[in-house]
């Protein structure tokens, strides 16, 4: 049977609108680096891994797109706190209320991430190990967990 894997490069569609938001973010504020820039895209490099940014006119129009039933990527610090710190304190993402004990935050273009320690034992997202929150994150799933909150721009 062949195998998949996750890769190290992504790309995303993203509204032309929040070019600028989205450079201060994930370079500014989280330390990335563009590698290659052009008119209708950037390439920034985050640690080991690439992420494309195309630019279009894409609306941001469903309420879906600002909840925590999106899709999320996970980043990872070696110092959490400070880095919660400094994602909450510049103003560009939407916390996600998620019953869980990590940052979950909608960053400028709508990417979702979680935010986990470089050396975190993560086995509970493995399917293997336990966790103390099942319980919580059930109960949300349950209601419908969409609870957002937009920090100031």
């Not at 989205?22 to 008119?39: N, P």
């Not at 640690?47 to 630019?55: A, D, P, R, T």
């Not at 925590?68 to 070696?78: F, N, Q, T, V």
């Amino acid at each position: 049977m062949a195998r998949v894997i996750f890769g190290n490069h992504s790309s995303v569609i993203v509204p032309r609108k929040d070019r600028d938001s989205i450079r201060k973010f994930y370079c500014d504020v989280l330390g990335g680096e563009i590698t290659k820039a052009e008119d209708e895209r950037d390439f920034l490099r985050l640690g080991e891994n690439f992420i494309g940014f195309l630019y279009g006119d894409v609306a941001d129009v469903s309420e879906f797109l600002r909840t925590a039933r999106s899709m999320w990527l996970e980043i990872k610090s070696d110092n959490v706190e400070e880095m919660t710190r400094q994602i909450l304190e510049s103003g560009l993402v939407r916390k996600l209320e998620v019953p869980d004990p990590h940052l979950y935050l909608q960053a400028p273009g709508g990417q979702c991430l979680r935010l986990v320690g470089i050396n975190e034992d993560l086995s509970f997202y493995e399917g293997v190990g336990v966790d103390p929150n099942v319980a919580k994150i059930k109960e949300g799933e349950s209601k419908g967990f969409n609870q957002s909150k937009k920090y100031k721009r």
